[in-house]
């Protein structure tokens, strides 16, 4: 079986959880205090970050990116209608630049705030209180987000046109853990309320729904459909 | 003609210059300065970064990562022994992981503040002078990449394996920008410095060592072959 290096409140670690969830692959999950610097951690990635992949036959994927196209090609390839990077070459660009969108622009103002400030220092040797600027920076800067996914729900069916991508994963992932932190403003944007609802109800989402990191409570909604 | 638009000393830019050079694909440059946020531009990419490209049939495909996978569907599959994202799968995952090592983690500890406070300070609304901190730090940061560099090349041909690859390149446009900036350390490592050498003797390189921002001069030896 497949191994899947990652920690619970990781987006990117999320995001991979959730296309492995949705293909049916099943990974034997080792969560990975990343900011401890473990030397058999960094033998496997020297970047050090989750999530780190490592596939049947020991091939080591680190990175969500890379892994998400490994993924595409080791896995998803045969799945046709249901791949969720889809083969039309200007839908592939869409669902690449919305993944990016996420896991680089949306984590840089948004996810890497909260997750360092609220997660990663409770556990980091230098660890301290949450920076509250920082996280106010961070509820200032996810509302804007939270439009633009509902402006591209009003007029497609999923993020990145009529079928279901790595693009809805990649958002998904990174609301969820602002979402279990209590910071994902749910009265900014209705159509983007009723996009996480559709997607939160998959049966991929479950594991996660049903993630709990030690000492902290998610939010009061975070696992419910009604929210 | 496809068009690229692009900033001279932005290092995403100049990666994907590098692979356009390599395949022999013309492209009209536009030089975008994307703090300046044009309209016309942000209806390009949302996200407002360079480089963008906009092929042929007016496909827009925005953002470094999501260019070079373009370009590897619609150029590089055709190219066999030149293709620069190699056809074997763990060729593939190498060749990705050390895109995104330098494209994002070298971007985020050494050419974004190099690029940021020496460059787009100078012409950025709320411009100023550079932060001086910031690029002690860069500086000090770029040391263990060159020697992750050197240690790559001394056992390997190029930097993902025995054949030249997407990871070079990427590489190359980063340090190049450090270099133009008179911030690379060439005394660091000399297996890094050889690599280098090897890669900027390249043809596809000329175009980036012909070119001069506005009121900054290269360091002394940026457009030699002995430096």
Same mark, same amino acid.
């Given at each position: ?9 990781? *987006? ?22 990343? &900011?401890?610097?473990? *030397? ?45 990077? #889809? ?28 997750? &360092? ?26 509302? #804007? ?19 279901? &991508? ?18 994902? *403003? ?42």
């Amino acid at each position: 079986m497949p191994t899947l290096y990652h920690h619970p409140l990781c *987006p990117h670690s999320r995001f991979i959880r959730l296309i492995l969830a949705e293909y049916g692959i099943d990974a034997t999950l080792i969560e990975e205090r990343a &900011t401890e610097r473990r *030397p058999e951690f960094l033998a496997l990635d020297p970047a050090g970050r989750t999530p780190v992949f490592v596939d049947d036959d020991r091939t080591v994927v680190p990175g969500a990116s890379v892994i998400a196209e490994y993924i595409d090609e080791a896995y998803g390839a045969a799945r046709n209608a249901q791949r969720l990077l #889809p083969p039309d070459v200007k839908a592939r660009v869409e669902t690449r630049r919305l993944v990016d969108w996420f896991n680089v622009k949306f984590f840089d103002e948004v996810t890497n705030w909260l997750v &360092t400030e609220k997660v990663y220092k409770r556990f980091a040797p230098q660890g301290g209180a949450p920076d509250m600027d920082l996280l106010r920076i961070a509820r200032a800067n996810i509302r #804007p987000h939270m439009r633009y996914i509902g402006y591209l729900t009003q007029t497609r069916n999923w993020l990145a046109g009529e079928r279901l &991508t790595y693009a809805d994963f990649a958002a998904a992932a990174h609301i969820s853990c602002a979402d279990y932190l209590g910071d994902a *403003p749910w009265d900014e944007d209705e159509a983007a309320k009723h996009w996480y609802q559709r997607i939160k109800s998959r049966p991929a989402f479950r594991p996660l729904l049903a993630d709990r990191a030690p000492g902290m409570t998610p939010g009061r909604f975070y696992a419910e459909m009604d929210f």
